[in-house]
């Protein structure tokens, strides 16, 4: 079966760059998730998508944006990267009209270094 | 505000002995709770929820979780641990009448270790 899929698997930027992480959901998939999960932490919530609009904020900085398009693939874009935001980046998907609804399907995530 | 305890950051036991990670929540209304299991270096992995129901749901890998309304707890077990069990276990709870919140709230995760 189809899985969330990720792009890059692994990122390395400087300090000061930018970066933009993609997320391709499971098909017929309406929502996107994505979390950020610093070493040994728990997931933190960013921001998801409900059909293409912002549905929930989370802690993202205001240096990142994220946006989900018209095949509903979504991208997590990140500026003025800082030393702090290495981290695993994780999408998720899910089927909110669903019979496996509530139900989120993680990628493999991208792991982002700043050097 | 909503939140996920799970107590113990580390839980140990041996291969063939029953094993249980704690959780208990805090949330206005009724819960969605769910388990996660991470594997190093791997996304996380969703092994069973509970919505509504029996208080007792089975989920992947022989897992299963007790709902617990009065002590708002729902702890993960498994009768036998097997040495691939080990991994980072993570409990979420969302809030079902949270409208168009769709966030998971995350316990800070317990790491299984199951020794040979």
């Known amino acids: 079966a189809a899985g969330v899929i990720q792009s890059p698997r692994h990122l390395i930027k400087e300090k000061r760059e930018t970066a933009t992480l993609k997320c391709y959901p499971i098909?017929?998939?309406?929502?996107v998730y994505w979390y950020q999960q610093g070493p040994g932490q728990d997931p933190q919530f960013l921001i998801s998508f409900y059909e293409k609009m912002q549905s929930d904020k989370g802690s993202i900085p205001d240096r990142f944006s994220a946006q989900q398009f018209s095949d509903y693939h979504s991208e997590l874009n990140m500026s003025s990267l800082e030393l702090g935001d290495s981290a695993l980046y994780f999408c998720?998907?899910?089927?909110?009209?669903?019979?496996?609804?509530?139900?989120?399907?993680f990628g493999a995530g991208t792991r982002l270094s700043v050097l | 505000a909503q939140s996920v305890a799970q107590p113990e950051d580390q839980v140990n036991v041996a291969e063939g002995n029953p094993l249980t990670v704690k959780c208990t929540y805090s949330?206005?209304?009724?819960?969605?709770l769910f388990w996660y299991v991470q594997y190093p270096n791997r996304g996380l992995q969703f092994l069973l929820k509970y919505i509504t129901g029996d208080n007792l749901v089975k989920g992947s890998y022989g897992f299963e979780a007790e709902f617990n309304k009065s002590q708002t707890s729902f702890h993960l077990k498994k009768p036998s641990a097997l040495v691939s069990d080990s991994a980072l276990y993570f409990c979420a709870v969302r809030a079902f009448n949270a409208g168009n919140n769709r966030k998971l709230i995350w316990g800070l995760g317990t790491s299984l270790a199951v020794n040979p």
């Open positions: 098909p017929r998939h309406d929502t």
């Open positions: 949330v206005s209304g009724n819960p969605y």
């Open positions: 998720a998907s899910s089927n909110e009209r669903g019979m496996a609804k509530n139900i989120q399907y």
